[in-house]
């Protein structure tokens, strides 16, 4: 990752992470489509190839998430009884809308909080 030598005031990694928005100056768009990240940032010109979200956030999505559903699931099956396919239509499509709306605000506020914090991929000193 290059030296960041332009003057931008800092932004709150957290909105622009979850807006999807540029770390550097909060106003560029940092997704291309879904979950492709743009090559690099339309307004200041940031290049974006120091992004490597990982499986961190699907990682957060599966717990956050599979712990609502679970539970709601549970709580269904306890207090009404209801027959297998009343659970399959309201639970999967449930969990495929709240995993896709939650993977892309999640991605965006780990490659927000990567620029932030300035991480980088670790080396092995040999030395």
Known sequence: ????????????????GLRGRCPRCGEGALFDGLLGV??????????????D???????????????????????????????LWVHLILWIPLSTILCLGLLRGLKGLMIALQYRHKAAEGQIDRG
Do not use: Q, R, T
């Open 1 to 16: 990752m290059s030296k960041d030598e332009a003057h931008y005031p800092p932004v709150d990694p957290v909105s622009v």
């Open 38 to 51: 743009k090559p690099k940032c339309g307004v200041c010109g940031l290049d974006y190839s120091f992004a």
């Open 53 to 83: 979200a990982g499986d961190g956030p699907a990682v957060f999505v599966i717990l956050i998430i599979g712990f609502i559903v679970v539970g709601l699931a549970l709580w269904l099956e306890v207090n009404y009884s209801p027959a």
